[in-house]
């Protein structure tokens, strides 16, 4: 169909050296991350340090001033980059889940696939259905998010993403605005996916889900990467001196 | 029973020299009211639809990457805005009047202009209660957080279906308030039309009291009270709108 050159023994995710300013102030001095298929990666780092705007770079919500990224081979900054290519390969949740008052939970799952993939209705509604029931709000279907606790209206806001049949998933703090008690019912549900193989790019205050489920974890601070590796080395053996003092101070 | 009615309004008018209801026992008078509600009723409703059509566009408009698009509606908003409705009334009619073609009308042989006064009212009318729509849909679009406009286009969306879906149905919650004022407004702002001559109830009304000064207080009591039921049916309407696009937890 397009003729971007990827394979699965590629990164999925590929960042390069991004560089990232909002007017005077850089955000971003130069991140390099690469993410395969099916790989879960966690972003951890204290606040304002960038992780937010990295994977907001990541489907284009921001833009940036150096390096590249590329999703699947696309290149995701290129000025001619058809926008929607990328959004369907690409879900993201975000901290405050910005569902749309005005729509009921299933309509919130099935408004993109048929606005703006232009899928049949009665299929949509099907796999709607599927996806409300997987994490778990089967009965809610109808409830406005007005209706719907925190932890309930996150979940809608996964499911809402999944209905596109993203090949990756961000996840921005999803369970920073939520009670303690409901942010266990937000991450059972994206523990799912991740198992079933979806490719996961989440930022995160939770390191207990972080060591769980991640692959490799990324330590960020003040717009660079400090410190990353896999769970079982990064949280015993870290070295970087911030990277400890901010673990010992979270775990 | 009609005419025991108008009987009643015949001795009426005999016994209180200065109540002559003369509209309602003289068929041709009643005639002209009649004609009038028909012609307020046609630009009340004509004004009301394209002025809340400019209003969703010029909003639209107004939030355009073009900055010469967004002046220009920043113009028209502050030239219909910050000058007189019957003076904006007299000049679409009077000065661009004659500016545009006319042709040949229904009897062969006179000229008459393809924009009749009754479209010069419906038009300037409407692109004055547009110029307030532009600004009352401005604010409830600027109530629609950010962040939700991000969500729509994270998942796809184009700007134009993020504004289509999911900006204009809760910007129009908001301004549902507002937009009522500016619709009641509007209605009232039609007996305007008198000034080009549009044969409208306020025009029927005085062409009535002149040809029967007796008649002045009854006509005026029938303008009011026509002008109360008119806004308060579009009042009502307004207000059953407003119930059945409540969203069930959000907002006031
Ligand atoms: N739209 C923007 N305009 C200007 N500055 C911004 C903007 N967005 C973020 N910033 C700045 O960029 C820096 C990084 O912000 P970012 O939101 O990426 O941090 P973060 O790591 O996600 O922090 P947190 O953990 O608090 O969410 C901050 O200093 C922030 O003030
Ligand atoms: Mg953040």
Known sequence: MSNVQWDESQPIVSIVDVHKSFGTLEVLKGVSIDVMKGEVICIIGPSGSGKSTLIRCINALNDIQGGSITVEGLEVHDPKLNKLELRKKVGMVFQQYNLFPHKTALENVMMAPIKVLKENKADVEKRARQLMAQVNLQGKEDSYPGELSGGQQQRVAIARSLAMNPDIMLFDEVTAALDPETVKEVLVAIKDLAQSGMTCILVTHEMGFAREIADHIYFTDRGVIVEHGPPATFFTEASDPRTREFLSQIL | ?252
Not at chain 2, 146 to 154: D, G, L, N, P
Not at chain 2, 198 to 210: A, D, F, G, R
Not at chain 2, 227 to 241: A, E, K, N, P, Q
């Open chain 2, 1 to 252: 029973m009609l005419e025991a009615f108008s009987q009643y309004f015949v001795e009426l008018a005999d016994n209180y020299p200065r109540w002559n209801f003369i509209f309602f026992y003289e068929p041709r008078q009643w005639a002209r009211i009649v004609k009038g509600l028909q012609y307020t009723l046609m630009l009340s409703f004509a004004c009301v639809i394209l002025s809340v059509i400019i209003g969703v566009v010029g909003a639209w408009l107004q939030n355009s990457p073009s900055k010469w698009v967004r002046r220009c509606v920043q113009g028209y908003i502050q030239f219909f805005r910050n000058t007189p409705p019957f003076v904006q009334l007299l000049f679409f009619y009077f000065a661009l009047g004659q500016f545009t073609p006319s042709v040949t009308g229904p009897d062969g042989w006179t000229e008459v202009p393809i924009i009749s006064n009754v479209g010069w009212a419906i038009i300037s009318l409407s692109f004055f209660a547009g110029a307030f729509n532009v600004e009352i849909f401005r604010s409830g679009i600027e109530a629609v957080p950010e962040s939700t406009q991000e969500a729509a286009s994270a998942l796809g969306f184009s700007r134009f279906q993020t504004y289509v879906e999911v900006v204009l149905p809760l910007a129009f919650r908001v301004s549902l308030p507002a937009l009522n004022n500016n619709l009641v407004n509007l209605v009232k702002t039609t007996t305007q039309a008198i000034g080009i001559a549009v044969p409208e109830l306020l025009y029927q009304c005085v062409s009535i009291w002149n040809d029967y000064p007796s008649a002045l207080y009854p006509t005026m009591l029938l303008l009011f009270v026509s002008f109360i039921v008119l806004v308060g049916i579009l009042v009502m309407g307004m207000s059953r709108w407003e119930r059945a696009t409540r969203i069930p937890g959000y907002g006031g």
